[in-house]
């Protein structure tokens, strides 16, 4: 099994159409009053790819994840597929809300869970950890996003833990 993680900054602007309309919408569904993607700060796109070999030929899959971070929101959006150009979002895609002043960054701990059958599991600095309850949500977990070593990855940790910092209610 192959992975490979590739990560990078980005911009609301650069969440591709389809699925910026999913994420506004979905927002709209769970009660926010206004665009979630207007006061993006920080973004970190990670597309993950995975490669196996079967009997009957090498299988490969691609996970695209973006987290973007605006001053009361951590915004957490996954979805399958190898084209943004499309104009619909797969049906596996999904969203999550984060309200800051309820976040926690944890730290991830040794041996995190492999995403597919053969792959090594994910080292623990190459993982962005965020315990809450998601808007809509019933219970509090933990959220490992695989996101790589990168220093955009680097940036954007530390701009989320300082906005976590700030909305904490002194």
């Known amino acids: 099994m192959a992975r490979n993680l590739t990560s990078w900054a980005v911009t609301a602007d650069d969440v591709p159409p389809a699925m910026a309309r999913f994420i506004r919408h979905q927002g ?3 009660g926010l009053d206004r ?6 700060t920080h973004g970190l796109r990670v597309d993950e790819e995975t490669m ?3 009997p009957v030929g090498p299988r490969s899959e691609r996970h695209t994840t ?5 001053p009361e929101l951590l915004i957490i959006s996954y979805r399958q597929g190898v084209d943004d150009a499309v104009e619909h979002v797969s049906p596996e895609a999904r969203v999550t809300f984060h309200r800051l002043d309820q976040v926690e960054v944890a730290t991830p701990t040794v041996g995190l869970a492999k995403r597919a059958p053969g792959a090594a599991p994910t080292p623990p600095q190459s993982v962005v ?3 809450s309850t998601p808007l809509g949500g019933a ?5 490992h ?4 070593i990168g220093p955009e990855v680097t940036r954007f940790r530390a701009a989320l833990k300082d906005a976590v910092e700030r ?3 002194a």
């Open 28 to 30: 709209t569904t769970r």
């Open 35 to 40: 665009d979630p993607l207007a006061d993006v």
């Open 52 to 54: 196996a070999r079967r």
């Open 66 to 70: 973006e987290m973007l971070l605006t």
């Open 129 to 131: 950890s965020v315990t």
């Open 139 to 143: 219970r509090r977990a933990t959220r």
């Open 145 to 148: 996003v695989a996101a790589g």
């Open 167 to 169: 909305a904490r209610p």
